[in-house]
């Protein structure tokens, strides 16, 4: 089959690769991907920035149909239509019932080798091999979707998990005044989140006019575009004097994690999902003197899935839309170049 | 009037300052104190730590007597017994609305002069000019009340609100698996703020032997006098191979912030309130890898004297009980050398 494949910095391309079998535990699926994307977190090692053992299979979000399944296989069948999270678990460790299943005690990750479940493909490929189908997967009920909602429900496979994860880390209640660092798709998705969950006044951090109107159209009360020390101010401003409730960083630089902490009111919080790649470290003098907690991470998306999927199906929520490019797999160098140079918000592979 | 004042490293003295007078704004009170105490965070300055400008009055936790109030006080009268958070504010600004009144917009601190609100005296002295009495002081209900019960009200200024500051901030409830870093009088009534929001495990950290009986007294269910890595260990066995739901930090150093850091069970919480003198940083990477949550400060503790004061005057909860020495103020010296070197856990001074 084909898939993609980092052969180093900015250099992916798509070649023959095996196809994916079942293994011998009897609990893997065999996914045709129907579609699969590009994640900022993917830029990482495409950047040079992280640099793991190449070459490597990439891609870690995707839907698609269940083509072959293992003997013990009982929660997904042949031709139904599942989200993948962006890892493997089992959905019944401690971790996972403690609403962590990203932790998960026997978890793995896309692209990669695990001791006990072998190798899972990487998403941008034709297909996947899936250990642990039953905890992993997610079936969407009512059979295929109509394609118009397959963007939607892709983003469940990440970004609208993670800026849902930005939210609920935050403690985004009714009321609430929210700002969010980053406009990215993943802090698109979390003014979505925030919107969903109450918040009464969002204000979104953009200096990117198809970014801004996305954002308001997804729920933003503000548009503030000033960074750094203005940035801050004007939050203040906007928030009684002393700033909003909750901020959601969604970015990953010291940079924007520091902006958020000094913007976010006495006793307030910040909900963290931008990968902090090398850092930053989090100054406990001001979080102390503050009160300011910071809470977030990696996002259990799996558990989020059930809640937020059937919003998607009713067309109450859109995060589909961030999806402003879809390319075919075989120009999976095109849609990482898109990303890279932020002329696409994030791009779609349909293979 | 008799107060105690900080000259230098190690040098504390009790001398003659003026008298406390009412201020011109009609809002504040004088109040004579039945009891003070000496407070973890004295030591900063004692031990040489900290450096500020001596001679310095000092002390910030008091409950006494009510013997004058301004022309505009309306919430506390003559004759009250009242007690003082360790801080000044007002209870009406947006701060204060959002329970964070120790970040009052219009609050000050004993032992210092602020704008507006002029200079408060230090509590470890005979009397105390409180500013914004009506928003500062809460008085005890049924009047003067039993001495045995002093204690107990005192630490309701200081130590008591923080233990359960760093209770609420680390998110315990009923059922909640709890570790408490730091075995020093917040560190105990942290044990009793665990307790009566409903945690099912309490794993006091701690190697000192009166001080383990203290905090099975108080509620705590195990005791871990490991350390570091080794006390992670302990911990994480104990708690289901993954380690505590909660970790209250009650110390302030760089390792013991680090050991409560790396205990928490993924999607745990770090409930702080050691003062990070001089640090520590926080890894983000590693809050993120494991979604662990910090969250805590300087604790908002006039806000929690209503809800814990019924449950002292009852005895229902006991934190009195921290004060293991009580001298007279004119021996404040050897009160803060028995602080200093650990012979006592919190030592009251009676004026």
Redesign the interface.
């Known amino acids: 089959m084909r898939a993609t494949v980092l052969h180093g910095e900015r250099d992916i391309r798509v070649e023959d690769v095996p196809d994916p079998v079942l293994g011998t535990s009897g609990l893997d699926a065999i996914v045709r991907v129907v579609a699969a994307c590009v994640c900022g977190s993917d830029l990482w090692p495409y950047r040079g920035i992280t640099r793991p053992a190449v070459p490597k299979r990439i891609g870690h979000e995707f839907v698609g149909v269940v083509e072959e399944v293992g003997s013990e296989v009982t929660q997904v069948a042949l031709g139904d239509f599942v989200i993948a999270p962006f890892y493997q678990c089992d959905n019944t460790c ?2 996972c019932a ?3 299943s ?2 998960c005690l026997n978890g793995g990750w896309w692209g990669s080798e695990t001791e006990g479940l072998g190798f899972a493909d990487g998403a941008q490929g034709e297909r996947v091999r899936v250990p642990m189908a039953d905890g992993t997967l997610v079936p969407v009920p009512g059979g295929q979707p109509d394609p118009a909602l397959v963007p939607g429900l892709l983003t469940l496979a990440d970004v609208m998990g993670t800026g849902h994860h930005a939210a609920v ?1 935050g403690g985004v209640r009714e009321g609430s005044t929210v700002a969010v660092v980053g406009d990215g798709a993943v802090g698109l998705c979390a003014i979505i989140a925030a919107k969903r969950l109450g918040a009464s006044r969002i204000i979104a951090m953009s200096r990117h006019a198809a970014r801004q109107e996305l954002a308001v159209e997804f729920g933003a009360t503000d548009i503030v575009p000033e960074r750094g020390d203005e940035g801050i101010a004007r939050l203040k401003e906007m928030c ?3 700033g909003p409730d909750v901020v959601l960083e969604c970015v990953g630089t010291k940079e924007s ?1 520091d902006q958020a902490l000094r913007s976010a ?3 307030g ?1 910040v909900g ?1 999902v931008g ?2 790649n ?8 001001t ?12 996002a ?1 998306v799996r558990g989020y899935i059930e809640e937020l999927l059937p919003e998607v199906l009713d067309g109450r929520i859109e995060p589909g839309r961030v999806f402003d490019l879809v390319l075919p797999l075989e120009q999976a160098a095109d849609a990482y170049r898109a990303m890279d140079e932020r002329t696409a918000i994030k791009v779609m592979l349909a293979p």
């Open positions: 401690v971790n403690n609403g962590m990203v932790s880390s009684g004097g002393i994690m009111r006495p006793g919080q963290f990968v902090p090398g850092g930053p470290e989090l100054p406990a003098r979080m102390f003197d503050t009160n300011v907690g910071v809470r977030g991470g990696v259990p």
